[in-house]
Antibody
Framework: EVQLVESGGGLVQPGRSMKLSCAAS????????MAWVCQAPKKGLEWVAT????????YYRDSVKGRFTISRDNAKSTLYLQMDSLRSEDTATYYC???????????WGQGVMVTVSS | DIQMTQSPSSMSASLGDTVTITCLAS??????LSWYQQKPGKSPKLMIY???NLEDGVPSRFSGSRSGSDYSLTINSLGYDDEGIYHC?????????FGSGTKLEIK
């Protein structure tokens, strides 16, 4: 059974950093591109970033370029999102998601809440 | 960026009804469109990919179609379990973008 379990969320002050993790199991992690998708409270889904199966390629939405870094450790079957210079508008639930060949998402984690507030 | 204009934003329908949700792409995305269902407090679930392909395990009451730049999700024989928010998503190019969501309520 495919499982994606996020961790590392919580309350953080504006301008500070936070690192999210997503532990994957039930599939061969290093065969799949992975992504982070967020959802602000009562809002729609927003794609954040994608990393290729081997980590060689990364893609970001403009609003997080230069602040967020997506990475992966295939030996640990874990996906990461390093979030720096956090802003109040980054407040959202962050989902880890798997891409099956094309960049749509066939499995999602349960999500982790990040609140940026002083 | 490709804009996905989703409508309606909310709708209410009765048990057994057929409903259709649409997304209009601001430019050509071919068939690179997926649909997700999201229940309250839960993560999204893939329903349709490639505009018309049903994900494994999704009931055949769900179907996707395309007419030019208009993409539709149709649900036949509505049941209480179909209540939730439905999101369209284009994956033709980065940045990947989603529609604003349609909240479906079953009366």
């Amino acid at each position: 059974e495919v499982q994606l379990v996020e961790s590392g969320g919580g309350l953080v002050q504006p301008g500070r950093s936070m690192k999210l993790s997503c532990a994957a199991s039930g599939f061969t992690f290093n065969n799949y591109d992975m992504a982070w998708v967020c959802q602000a409270p009562k809002k729609g889904l927003e794609w954040v970033a994608t990393i290729s199966y081997d980590g060689s390629s990364t893609y970001y939405r403009d609003s997080v370029k230069g602040r967020f870094t997506i990475s992966r450790d295939n030996a640990k079957s874990t996906l990461y999102l390093q979030m720096d210079s956090l802003r109040s508008e980054d407040t959202a639930t962050y989902y880890c998601a798997r891409s099956d060949g094309y960049p749509f998402f066939d499995y999602w984690g349960q999500g982790v809440m990040v609140t940026v507030s002083s | 960026d490709i804009q996905m204009t989703q409508s309606p934003s909310s709708m209410s329908a009765s048990l057994g009804d057929t409903v259709t949700i649409t997304c209009l792409a601001s430019q050509d995305i071919g068939n690179y469109l997926s649909w997700y269902q999201q229940k309250p407090g839960k993560s999204p679930k893939l329903m349709i990919y490639g505009a018309t392909n049903l994900e494994d395990g999704v009931p055949s009451r769900f179907s996707g179609s395309r007419s030019g730049s208009d993409y539709s999700l149709t649900i036949n024989s509505l049941g209480y379990d179909d209540e939730g928010i439905y999101h369209c998503h284009q994956y033709y190019e980065y940045p990947l973008t989603f529609g604003s969501g349609t909240k479906l309520e079953i009366k």
